[in-house]
């Protein structure tokens, strides 16, 4: 049995703003299509007919599982990782899991957040490698360059064979050894993506880290299930060395190979890849959203919530979303990380929230702030709840604009429709339920001294938060 391992813990700091902590680049429709790059991911996986298993960290756990909801995809396992670890372990968690399902199980490891532009030739790349898979070979897919890239590690290859001997790993070069790599041929592009069978991938692995292999059965055996989640414990896990599968195997194992995969991949990790994965115009213009230029040229515009205009500019990179802009030009594209650093040293909420913050039941949209007030369109999905809670800081009016509500206020239960409300004083209990079939919406009004998120004390919840 083969399972698609699709590691999806990432950030995607250099995507900002559009990528925020809370909602990173993996869940975004970056080309689109109305997919985001995780959905694509498993969509092109649909074929293989096996339910995958996805990795992911805690704070993303219902974003991800509603993007696998919403294209149909129901997974073996849906992994919480307490925190990072890299890949190694994650992918050793992955292992595990087969082996209980399948004892010949192999893994096909998988970045969520690349992008490639032919499925079908991606999935006879796949047949390639499993085939050497099953001989006992650890496979990696090494991308044919197109371009002197100083972004991506190198795999030099034994031979121009379509599977060969890796000769040697080498990190990001700087741009003359790039250009000699382009040269030479036979230097192929690190992708990140691999095939080999589960206990193949433990053996090598306990060769080098050993005691990755063993916490991380623990971590699996003592792990436990929350709702769709797979939580596993979360002491030997932490325990372990944070560790790229590279290092911790690639680099040391004998029985590496290198699939050739042709220049239809891009990870998408920065602004400028966005040219590649899109269609610019005559002038090398790649627009997304409302958009209106005149006399540009080489110039990426994304607009997401309102009307950029932009006239006689050249190589420049304009990024608009509610509550931020993003310019830079495409050679200073890699360094959008440091400014979000520096976001992060003021403590700015952008790096982390956009005004639309998913939540498991839903969604709320910030519509205004002030000194002592807040104002949210809070939409609930049909039969969902949020949990029951109550403020030591604020108080609520809600406003129904589509749908009904079923309120719960202190001792008092009652349905709010359309154009109805109610008041929810500060320290009273309540709870907020769509009892409904299509989408509950209201405007919230919040008033108070304090009005953080985290102005919740929760008495009961359906998924499981404190």
């Not at 890239?149 to 080498?170: C, L, M, Q, R």
């Not at 990870?267 to 590649?276: E, I, M």
């Not at 205009?309 to 594209?333: C, K, S």
């Not at 919230?444 to 008495?459: A, N, S």
Request: aromatic content about 6%.
């Amino acid at each position: 049995m083969l399972f698609p391992v699709v590691l999806a813990g990432g950030v995607g700091s250099r995507l900002w703003p559009l990528s925020r902590s809370r909602f990173p680049k993996q869940c975004i429709d970056l080309q689109g299509e109305g997919l985001s790059l995780l959905q694509a991911t498993l969509k092109r996986c649909l074929p293989l007919k096996a339910a995958p298993i996805v990795i992911c960290n805690e704070e993303h756990r219902f974003l991800i599982a509603e993007q696998l909801r919403a294209l149909g995809v129901a997974p073996h396992a849906i992994v919480l990782e307490p925190e990072g670890r890299n890949t190694a372990p994650a992918i050793a968690l992955a292992a595990h899991i087969a082996k209980e399902e399948d004892p010949d199980a192999s893994l096909l490891v998988l970045p969520s957040d690349h992008a490639i532009a032919d499925d079908a030739a991606f999935l006879s790349l796949v047949q390639t490698a499993q085939a050497e898979a099953q001989s006992g070979r650890l496979v990696t897919f090494g991308i044919e360059p197109d371009a002197p890239e100083t972004g991506y590690g190198y795999i030099k290859a034994a031979s121009n064979a379509p599977v060969a001997d890796i000769a040697e790993f080498v990190e990001k070069p700087d741009l003359a050894r790039a250009e000699a790599y382009l040269a030479d041929g036979s230097y192929l592009w690190n992708s990140g993506m691999f095939l080999f069978r589960a206990d193949t991938y433990l053996t090598e692995l306990g060769k080098n880290e050993p005691d990755i292999v063993s916490l991380s059965a623990e971590a699996i055996a003592g792990a436990e299930s929350d709702l769709t989640f797979t939580r596993v414990a979360a002491a030997p896990f932490c325990a372990m060395k944070s560790i790229s599968v590279d290092y911790a195997v690639m680099e040391h194992t004998r029985n590496g190979c290198v699939v050739r995969f042709p220049s239809i991949w891009n990870d998408v990790g920065s602004w400028s890849a966005l040219w590649a994965i899109n269609t610019p115009d005559e002038q090398n213009n790649v627009y997304s959203g409302d958009v209106h230029a005149l006399d540009c040229s080489n110039t990426l515009i994304n607009a997401r919530s309102r009307l950029v205009t932009a006239v006689g500019v050249d190589n420049l990179i304009i990024v608009e979303t509610e509550d931020a802009v993003m310019v830079t030009t495409p050679d200073r594209a890699q360094d959008v990380k440091k400014i979000v650093d520096k976001l992060a040293q003021s403590g700015r909420p952008e790096i982390d929230w956009h005004k639309e913050v998913h939540r498991p039941w839903g969604k709320f949209h910030g519509l205004g702030t002030g000194e002592r007030y807040q104002v949210k369109r809070i939409t609930v999905k049909p039969g969902q709840k949020l949990s029951t809670q109550m403020h030591h800081h604020r108080a609520e009016h809600w406003v129904v604009v589509q749908g009904t509500a079923k309120v719960q206020v202190g001792d008092k239960s009652l349905l709010i429709s359309e154009n109805e409300s109610t008041y929810i004083p500060i320290g009273e209990v309540h709870s907020l339920e769509n009892p409904g079939k299509i989408p509950l919406e209201l405007i919230e009004i919040q008033t108070g001294g304090y009005l953080g998120e985290d102005d919740i004390v929760r008495f009961d919840d359906r998924y499981g938060r404190n």
